[in-house]
């Protein structure tokens, strides 16, 4: 256990139970609120070599947690984005591109690696005198009618009026609030890893849709790029299993050498897909963020930009609720938690599923509505500026 800790009997106003990025933000922005945090997570060494592209609306909030300045340094911007149709079907899409500086900023984003994003998190939490850090896991939450009990694996109990579930597709926080989830599998697989090229990215992000799903290049600081190929799971493996040379060579062709000689960088990982949407986001004095709440395909780089939007709005809501002498995890906070955010989860979570099954289905009457969709997206100058805020940040938020 780490933090300050005065009187472990009273009840903290918020326990956030799990340590990954979506976790460690909303127990910092609680904190920052003044509300008398817990955070329940291992620390674990950060050995993957995952990064995540963060949009501008997380950069902007984890500026003002503190957290932005230490990591920024190690994270590339994103100044373009570029859709290529890469399926070979007979009635192809035009490519599409987008610059940030056509809507006046200077980078959509930037794609950092997500130890050094960790790194900087800890570092962060670490400050909060009002955010204890448990060094355990929770092995039983019950919700009781004014607070919820917490037991963890060591034998610590403590109590919080408000939980945080931040841990994971796999929630024992929505289990105990008895949140049902809706599941599809979708089939695919992503493969991630990373690679040095001889070309510069310039700062241009760039994805090829297959028949398969997406294959996006995501710039690094240097002459470097993320990769999320996303396959089937049987390609995927495949894919995973070639030497250094073999799987270089293959990534190679998949960009059309648009970077070109490229060498891949020790780590390689494999995700299944699937979708996941609770039918509530909140419950019981249990509110569900990250994973918990959310699990999408990797397009359009959603999943953590979402989960930080969800910390967010669960710190903004507690806080008020505890400045004004209320209680952060009665039923009319949830309330408000849950009309926040199931209009930007479902929506998001609707286009990106459409953009994945549009690269999926090969029924030829489909594809040149596909097809004069894109073209209309990159001909039609106010539909592709209101495409890019869009994917920014959903227009109510702005």
Same mark, same amino acid.
């Given at each position: 256990?780490?933090?300050?800790?005065?009187?472990?009997?009273?009840?903290?106003?918020?326990?956030?139970? %799990?340590?990954?990025?979506?976790?460690?933000?909303?127990?910092?922005?609680?904190?920052?609120? %003044?509300? #008398?945090?817990?955070?329940?997570?291992?620390?674990?060494?950060?050995?993957?070599?995952?990064?995540? !592209?963060?949009?501008?609306?997380?950069?902007?909030?984890?500026?003002?947690?503190?957290? @932005?300045?230490?990591?920024?340094?190690?994270?590339?911007?994103?100044?373009?984005?570029?859709?290529?149709?890469?399926?070979?079907?007979?009635?192809?899409?035009?490519?599409?591109?987008?610059?940030?500086?056509?809507?006046?900023? $200077?980078?959509?984003?930037?794609?950092?690696?997500?130890?050094?994003?960790?790194?900087?998190?800890?570092?962060? !939490?670490?400050?909060?005198?009002?955010?204890?850090?448990?060094?355990?896991?929770?092995?039983?939450?019950?919700?009781?009618?004014?607070?919820? !009990?917490?037991?963890?694996?060591?034998?610590?109990?403590?109590?919080?009026?408000?939980?945080?579930?931040? +841990?994971?597709?796999?929630?024992?926080?929505?289990?105990?609030?008895?949140?049902?989830?809706?599941?599809?599998?979708?089939?695919?697989?992503?493969?991630?890893?990373?690679?040095?090229?001889?070309?510069?990215?310039?700062?241009?992000?760039?994805?090829?849709?297959?028949?398969?799903?997406?294959?996006?290049?995501?710039?690094?600081?240097? +002459?470097?790029?993320?990769?999320? @190929?996303?396959?089937?799971?049987?390609?995927?493996?495949?894919?995973?299993?070639?030497?250094?040379?073999?799987?270089?060579?293959?990534?190679? *062709?998949?960009?059309?050498?648009?970077?070109?000689?490229?060498?891949?960088?020790?780590?390689?990982?494999?995700?299944?897909?699937?979708?996941?949407?609770?039918?509530?986001?909140?419950?019981?004095?249990?509110?569900?963020?990250?994973?918990?709440?959310?699990?999408?395909?990797?397009?359009?780089?959603?999943?953590?930009?979402? %989960?930080?939007? $969800?910390?967010?709005?669960?710190?903004?809501?507690?806080?008020?609720?505890?400045?004004?002498?209320?209680?952060?995890?009665?039923?009319?906070?949830? *309330?408000?938690?849950? @009309? !926040? #955010?199931?209009?930007?989860?479902?929506?998001?979570?609707?286009?990106?599923?459409?953009?994945?099954?549009?690269?999926?289905?090969?029924?030829?009457?489909?594809?040149?509505?596909?097809?004069?969709?894109?073209?209309?997206?990159?001909?039609?100058?106010?539909?592709? #500026?209101?495409?890019? #805020?869009?994917?920014?940040?959903?227009? @109510?938020?702005?």
């Amino acid at each position: 256990m780490s933090g300050v800790m005065t009187d472990l009997a009273a009840p903290f106003d918020v326990a956030v139970i %799990g340590g990954g990025p979506a976790g460690v933000a909303a127990a910092i922005a609680l904190a920052q609120t %003044g509300a #008398r945090t817990a955070l329940v997570a291992r620390h674990a060494p950060y050995s993957d070599n995952r990064t995540t !592209a963060l949009l501008g609306g997380s950069v902007e909030f984890l500026d003002g947690l503190g957290v @932005w300045s230490r990591c920024s340094d190690k994270a590339a911007p994103l100044e373009a984005m570029r859709l290529v149709d890469d399926t070979g079907r007979l009635i192809r899409a035009p490519e599409v591109r987008f610059s940030c500086h056509e809507i006046g900023l $200077d980078a959509f984003g930037y794609n950092i690696d997500n130890r050094s994003l960790m790194l900087a998190l800890e570092a962060r !939490a670490i400050e909060l005198a009002n955010l204890v850090r448990f060094d355990d896991e929770a092995d039983s939450v019950l919700t009781e009618a004014e607070d919820v !009990a917490l037991h963890t694996a060591a034998g610590q109990y403590l109590t919080a009026h408000l939980v945080v579930g931040a +841990d994971g597709r796999h929630s024992l926080c929505r289990e105990t609030a008895g949140i049902d989830v809706t599941r599809r599998d979708l089939k695919q697989t992503a493969l991630t890893f990373n690679v040095s090229h001889s070309r510069p990215h310039r700062n241009v992000s760039t994805e090829f849709h297959t028949p398969h799903g997406p294959c996006v290049f995501v710039p690094l600081p240097g +002459d470097r790029s993320s990769i999320v @190929w996303v396959a089937s799971p049987a390609e995927a493996e495949r894919l995973r299993a070639l030497s250094d040379e073999e799987l270089s060579a293959a990534i190679e *062709k998949q960009s059309h050498f648009i970077l070109g000689r490229m060498s891949v960088e020790p780590g390689r990982n494999l995700f299944p897909l699937a979708i996941e949407r609770p039918k509530s986001f909140a419950r019981d004095r249990i509110a569900l963020v990250g994973e918990a709440a959310h699990v999408v395909p990797p397009i359009g780089a959603q999943g953590l930009n979402l %989960g930080l939007r $969800d910390a967010a709005d669960i710190a903004r809501l507690a806080g008020e609720a505890i400045a004004a002498g209320g209680d952060p995890g009665a039923d009319d906070v949830l *309330k408000r938690y849950d @009309w !926040a #955010r199931r209009p930007d989860i479902l929506s998001r979570t609707f286009m990106i599923d459409m953009a994945n099954r549009s690269l999926l289905n090969d029924f030829l009457p489909l594809q040149p509505v596909r097809a004069v969709g894109m073209h209309l997206l990159g001909a039609i100058g106010p539909l592709r #500026r209101f495409a890019m #805020r869009e994917g920014l940040a959903p227009t @109510w938020r702005r």
